[in-house]
């Protein structure tokens, strides 16, 4: 499946003992649970070796639910970046309407 092709691609890369880990939209398109697996294997990872785990996707929940950071890009551009946390403090906004008011969308 498309998921465990993801999950053996980022198995792969571990052993070489990555200190930075960039990933563009490998979870987009799979089923929650493996979505979950697979952040659970980057939060391990990372927790242990200390590695920065850097992320693009355009899926906002699991941003909020697996990011401290983010960056807003659109077009190259970036928008907005921050602590999540700070950020909806500082727009008294949920992480959806941020997005949302950034980019347009």
Do not use: W
């Not at 890369?13 to 990555?18: E, G, I, M, R, V």
């Not at 200190?19 to 929650?32: A, F, G, P």
């Not at 401290?68 to 500082?90: A, P, Q």
């Amino acid at each position: 499946s498309r998921g465990q092709q993801a999950k053996v691609r980022l198995l792969l890369s571990l052993p070489q003992s990555p200190k930075l880990i960039l990933i563009d939209e490998i979870t987009n398109e799979l089923d929650n649970d493996t979505r979950k697996n697979i952040y659970k294997l980057l939060d391990e990872y990372s927790f242990e070796t200390h590695a920065q785990v850097f992320i693009a996707t355009n899926i906002l929940e699991d941003m909020e639910r697996y990011a401290s950071n983010i960056v807003f890009m659109k077009n190259g551009k970036i928008l907005d970046y921050g602590k999540i946390d700070e950020m909806k403090e500082r727009d008294g906004k949920s992480l959806e309407a941020i997005y949302q008011g950034i980019t347009g969308v």
